[in-house]
């Protein structure tokens, strides 16, 4: 017998939450460690020292937001809507009708979020991370994505998108998995009844960010599938025919792994801001609403 769906008020605000968080983190040094992660991931640079002095030395202050102008600002103004939403109700109605409960309704419903938000920002991800990789780029360079158009059409907006969809939905399933396991613990360690912290919320945002480091070789084929190559255009299949032979001569931790440091650390930061110092403000407006309910990671 099918479950009775009891009348579910919609929580329209995260439409808001949503992309002043994401914004919010990127603009208070995201970008700047998402540019750091790519660079490495890609191979444009030996290290992210290397990176970070190449940047400032062609960019001064400017080279904290190299890529970020258009491209990334127009991605955080939606980036954070299926993050915050479409998880948050997913998750209700699989709860709601009773197909599954708890961590696995999050982050089954997490990975759907994932995979629309791997559709949604994998055009200007393409962008950022075309003027990322090019260690000749400004901060904007429009002219280079221009060309890049110009010469192999506009198709290439859009190259990688299928690996950003496997992508983002395996990386936001792992990181809902690891903020309810930390959220778990913390509650373990209440009172019935007792809330958690707003640094015990935004704390468990940050280890399930880290936690999904485990997703870095996917990450890393997305990076080099959308990353600027002088005159040549390869499909995913190719760039992973690549990066196979490439971890054939030196190993695959230093292939498929590489960037993982500042992937944790960007990770954790940025669902920091989501997931945690989200939930804090959709809990506080929630009670300004006179609803007393805690948003379980401001996801439902």
Not at 183 to 201: H, M, T
Request: charge should be positive; aromatic fraction near 10%; avoid cysteine.
């Amino acid at each position: 017998m099918a479950h009775a769906v009891k009348k579910h008020e919609i929580k329209w605000e995260k439409l808001i939450i949503g992309p002043i968080t994401t914004v919010g983190e990127m603009s208070m040094g995201g970008h700047w460690l998402e540019m750091l992660k790519v660079q490495r991931q890609s191979g444009t640079y030996a290290n992210y020292s290397a990176a970070a002095r190449d940047m400032w030395k062609q960019l001064g202050f400017k080279g904290f937001y190299k890529g970020f102008f258009p491209g990334g600002f127009i991605q955080g103004l939606y980036k954070g809507l299926p993050v915050l939403f479409i998880q948050g109700e997913a998750n209700y109605q699989l709860n709601a009708r009773g197909l599954l409960h708890g961590t696995t309704a999050q982050v089954v419903a997490g990975m759907s979020a994932g995979v629309v938000q791997g559709a949604m920002v994998a055009p200007t991800q393409r962008v950022k991370v075309m003027v990322a990789t090019n260690p000749k780029a400004g901060a904007v360079s429009l002219d280079t994505v221009i060309k890049v158009v110009r010469a192999e059409g506009a198709a290439t907006i859009f190259k990688g998108t299928h690996i950003m969809m496997a992508r983002r939905g395996i990386d936001w399933g792992l990181r809902f998995y690891g903020n309810s396991t930390a959220k778990d613990y913390f509650k373990s360690r209440k009172q019935p009844g007792q809330k958690l912290s707003a640094l015990e919320i935004v704390f468990s945002g940050m280890f399930g960010g880290a936690f999904s480091a485990f997703n870095q070789p996917l990450d890393v084929w997305v990076a080099n599938a959308q990353r600027h190559r002088e005159g040549r255009s390869l499909t995913g299949a190719e760039v992973f025919k690549e990066l196979v032979a490439e971890s054939k001569v030196r190993g695959i931790a230093a292939v498929w792994f590489r960037g993982v440091g500042m992937r944790m650390v960007h990770s954790a930061y940025h669902t920091a801001w989501m997931v945690g110092l989200g939930s804090w403000i959709s809990n506080q407006y929630r009670a300004m609403a006179g609803d007393t309910s805690e948003s379980d990671g401001g996801m439902h």
